[in-house]
């Protein structure tokens, strides 16, 4: 309800990410319990999370999943999407080193990184984030269209759609669906191992997303114009 | 938001079945991990894809019995009604296929399958198929009416209900409520055994449904245009 | 969206009760399974029952002590009070014979009748009860002013009420909060101890919570027209 | 949807917070039952409390961590503020007097009152407390906004908000998230040890969320009149 520069634009992403992964705070807490978090927990928090965040900032993008996504269909320019995923990543760094201060000891060494199950080899892994991801990017699509009938409920959507997400992959690698929320607790706690998987799943779940929204489900085919 | 072709709806209920039907890999996991999936995390989950695919392609049907309900009501014509079947059954299985290549090997003989629980009779099995369906298709029936005044919180409402349906059945029969659903692990797993269930339930659901909204409560009694 | 007749209105009160009832077959399930089931389980179930119960079924009461409050504050006639209650009575009794028919064996001493949880008295249950009875009344006051933002909600703000009521009194009574609810399986497993309190406590609650809502929240003084 | 007098609205601070905070009945018999309560159980519950509670008084504050960022955002006036602190937790202590009344005796000296988990430090207890009323404050500015989109859905956002933040904090303190609702169980058992960190933490997360959204999110900053 206000035109806002896209520098100030950039200046949201980077708050509304910091905001985003706080939620991680649950998750060095329940290092603190030696337990397995339980799964609905985890999903409906992040799910919560970024719909507020959504209803707070609108129009944040939030993941640079979802920005990729964005700038292959010419919907952002690449040096805004250069800008916002920087913002995105050190948005998240900023959240894990809040969260770094504020966490019990021997969460310390954890910070709610994503990481591959026993069991789940890399294959899986990557298949699942892509899965995740292609649901989720989808979702934005269909939502962010001015003229979808949920536009004005697009947070909720949103929301449900991370739930999701969670509900499904929490159980192979954490669920990262995000390269940001992944980012932050592997450079804090410089634990890089597979860290690619949680880049390349997501990037590929959004390429397949946007091929599905533009070229099959919505075509943009009938005359360039569509697409500028 | 845009005129489609009846070409393009079949092929919207095949790409929408098959988004669907990928919550499966978490009953996938559920059996790497060797224990009884919480039903609160499968009934979330499958209410939350529903919500999310009907926001995506609005109009889908994505289950035979919905199908099956909207045919015997005049709303949609047979041949259009076989043709949409068809797409459902075919991305069940393109769905359940994807599943199989992804799934650890452990999980490869289940798949997310329906089966009777230990202790629950075929006629059992059969009266609350029925009755969860019959809550999904009143639902159906009457969010989707143009003038209802939850019209455009039509994904909402039948998210709402499949995870009701969920709550329910799951401790008798995992909750088909959906003979695409049901299909796909069935025929991937080579595994009929009880199957007809899954189709006889949820049919027997949809036309009592039918019954109870259109003679009942809603009569269309007034005149033949009514039903045209 | 269509006008209706005062029969029709005591015929929708039958269908819907019945409708919302039949949830209680996951409970009968849980008495299979020999555990305790989980709050949030019946809590979600029973919210959703009823929200979808009043997207399908606009207007219904389904719950005696709603009709007392509407009667009590005369917005409905004491003779159509009667019949309401006496459909909703009908109707907890057809959905509890149905669940008779079709539950386990060992569910069949049971189904989902309320109870006194061991170390509750009675002068506590009757607390509780009236406690979320009033929450809900004050909640179906507030949303079915013809004026409320939240009109069009209804149904999500009612479900969410019920599912309230359940996370605060499961522990203690199972949670009535509907005295039709706690009938049909009293009658039908012959088992009416204690059963005044399932219809005292509702009936204080709504009591309570038509005089908060038209003496002091939304006073009806100013004239005789506010009241007729 | 009708005119208020201020004092009117003292009054309905008074009714929502003791509404409210009724909710806490299920920690009691938890206190019973000699288990943790499941985080979910109780996040869902005051959510909704919260969320029903805003339906039925629209307007309401509840908290005084909201009523400070208000007043000090030149909101509401320094006076008003007073009373309406004075009211919430008057609310606060009626509230845990029912409570006291009707919860069982192994239950009467707890009230549900917030504490330190074992192995949390006050520093911990402070940035959690912080953190979590500064998502709810952003949240309540940002959708009590006349413009904003999501005015008209301020209840659910409130609700998702407040369950968020005890998805996050209740394994640190419990979730205060307001001064209010740890005051009235504080009061009522006479353990006031560390009860200034529930006053601290959300009166420092509540003026960091003003500050981020008057003067960085939705600048003030063109004229005097933004203020008045």
């Not at 010419?74 to 966490?103: E, H, N």
């Not at 699942?128 to 001015?146: D, K, W, Y």
């Not at 929490?170 to 940001?180: E, K, L, W």
Request: charged share 10%.
């Amino acid at each position: 309800y206000q035109q806002r520069s896209k520098t100030w634009n950039v200046f949201r992403e980077f708050v509304g990410t910091t905001l985003f992964l706080f939620t991680n705070p649950l998750m060095a807490m329940d290092a603190v319990h030696e337990c397995v978090p339980d799964p609905l927990h985890v999903a409906l928090a992040f799910g919560a999370s970024i719909a507020l965040t959504c209803v707070c900032l609108d129009g944040v993008h939030l993941n640079p999943a979802v920005t990729l996504a964005l700038v292959v269909g010419l919907r952002v320019s690449p040096w805004q999407a250069v800008l916002y995923v920087g913002a995105q990543l050190l948005g998240a760094i900023t959240a894990c080193g809040l969260l770094f201060g504020m966490a019990p000891v021997s969460a310390k060494d954890k910070l709610g990184i994503n990481e591959l199950a026993s069991g789940v080899n890399l294959y899986q892994a990557f298949s699942v984030e892509t899965a995740v991801t292609f649901q989720l990017v989808l979702c934005v699509l269909a939502v962010t269209h001015p003229k979808s009938p949920f536009f004005s409920l697009a947070p909720a959507a949103l929301g449900l759609s991370v739930t999701l997400g969670h509900l499904i992959a929490i159980g192979f690698t954490g669920c990262g669906m995000n390269p940001a929320r992944s980012f932050g607790p592997a450079v804090l706690t410089l634990n890089l191992e597979n860290h690619w998987v949680f880049w390349a799943g997501p990037c590929a779940g959004a390429i397949l997303a946007w091929l599905m929204y533009d070229l099959l489900l919505y075509p943009r085919w009938t005359g360039l114009s569509d697409w500028i």
